[in-house]
């Protein structure tokens, strides 16, 4: 099967740094995505990893490391808007299904 | 990318009736289309694919019969809620998805949030 671990709470500054952090198990997975989501309104994407190492899109980045089952979305320049969830998901090999973490809820503080 | 649209954003319905919900890909022609479910602060549940033409599939646990998906068209998917209950309220979401493997990404929609009295 397939299961994803994201710590369920982050709190952070205005201006400031945040790393969200993702174990996974898996049989087999194609890459790692990660997708935001205000309250009440629909997952955005906002970033996939299918090779290891470090991707990055404007203030976002994501990481991941097949070796250690691990991956993360790093937020930098806080902004108050960036309080949302934010949920890591795989791309099972085996069923092509997107399988998604409980998801994050990060709250920017000013 | 693509824009998905979904129809209602709220429903409230008393418990014992059926509600229809629609999901429509505006600029993506979908052969299929996903069906999750979320609870407050929880995550996304998928429940089903939605194949244009053919019978969905359900994913383990979910109720064919409850929740009958009609996926006529390329643009089109509707779930319907037969004989609502209050554990049926929760935040339905439909998705789209372009590409193929492996870098095939998956738009949502809006989402629907249902609340049966």
């Known amino acids: 099967g397939q299961s994803l671990e994201q710590p369920s709470e982050v709190t952070a500054v205005e201006g400031a740094i945040v790393q969200i952090n993702c174990t996974y198990q898996t049989s087999g997975f194609y890459g790692l995505s990660w997708y935001q989501q205000h309250d009440g309104g629909a997952p955005t994407f906002l970033s996939y990893n299918a090779l290891d190492g470090l991707e990055e899109t404007g203030r976002f980045s994501s990481f991941l490391s097949r070796s250690d089952s691990y991956g993360y979305l790093l937020l930098q320049e806080l902004q108050m808007k960036d309080s949302a969830s934010y949920f890591c998901?795989?791309?099972?090999?085996?069923?092509?299904?997107?399988?998604f973490g409980q998801g994050t809820t990060l709250q920017v503080k000013p | 990318g693509a824009v998905v649209s979904q129809h209602p954003s709220r429903v409230i319905c008393k418990s014992g009736t059926s509600v229809k919900i629609e999901c429509r890909s505006l600029?993506?022609?979908?052969?299929?289309m996903f069906w999750y479910r979320q609870f407050p602060k929880k995550s996304l549940m998928l429940m089903a694919t939605s194949n244009e033409g053919s019978k969905a599939t359900y994913e383990q646990g979910v109720e064919k019969d409850k929740f009958l998906i009609n996926h006529a068209s390329l643009t089109l998917s509707t779930l319907t809620v037969t004989s609502a209950h209050p554990e049926d309220s929760s935040f339905y979401i439909c998705?789209?998805?372009?590409?193929?493997?492996?870098?095939?990404?998956?738009?949502f929609g809006p989402g629907t949030r249902l609340t049966v009295l």
């Open positions: 998901a795989l791309r099972a090999s085996n069923t092509g299904k997107l399988i």
């Open positions: 998705s789209v998805e372009t590409g193929g493997p492996p870098h095939n990404e998956q738009f």
């Open positions: 600029d993506f022609q979908a052969t299929t």
